[in-house]
């Protein structure tokens, strides 16, 4: 069985752009049966970016998401290697660029060292 990583992103937009929460109940209730099934889970890392709005997506995680669907990370060796890896592009990426994916108030480093410690 497939697992799937949600970012932040995954929820923000689609609450505020595409899926809005009061519009695609559907696609709302897709995503609480595959958190439900295990298939589709996240990172407290992402918790804590949707939580810096207190907004409707964040009551409807709080009544939908059971507290085990966000992971916690522990800082591994994962994480040093993802934000050494993203240094090393700097012939590639723009600088704040790279400062922002290294950013530890964003949860995208996190999210690809979490992907590589739990490889499933």
């Keep these: 069985m497939a697992l799937y990583v949600a970012d ?6 689609a609450h505020r752009a595409t899926y809005p929460l009061d ?6 209730q897709k995503v609480k049966q595959f958190s439900q099934a295990g298939i589709l889970i ?3 890392k ?9 907004d ?3 009551k409807w995680i709080d009544e939908n998401l059971a507290a085990a669907f966000f992971n916690h990370i522990v800082l591994s ?28 108030g964003i949860s ?8 590589l ?3 499933s």
């Design 8 to 13: 932040a992103d995954f929820f923000i937009q």
């Design 23 to 28: 519009v695609a109940t559907s696609f709302w």
């Design 42 to 44: 996240s990172i407290d």
């Design 46 to 54: 992402v918790k804590d970016e949707i939580y810096k709005n207190d």
């Design 56 to 58: 409707t997506l964040k």
């Design 77 to 104: 060796s994962n994480y040093k290697r993802v934000i050494q890896w993203a240094v090393s592009k700097s012939d590639y990426y723009f600088k704040k660029a790279i400062d922002e994916f290294s950013d530890s």
């Design 108 to 115: 995208d480093a996190f999210l690809v060292a979490f992907c």
């Design 117 to 119: 410690q739990n490889p």
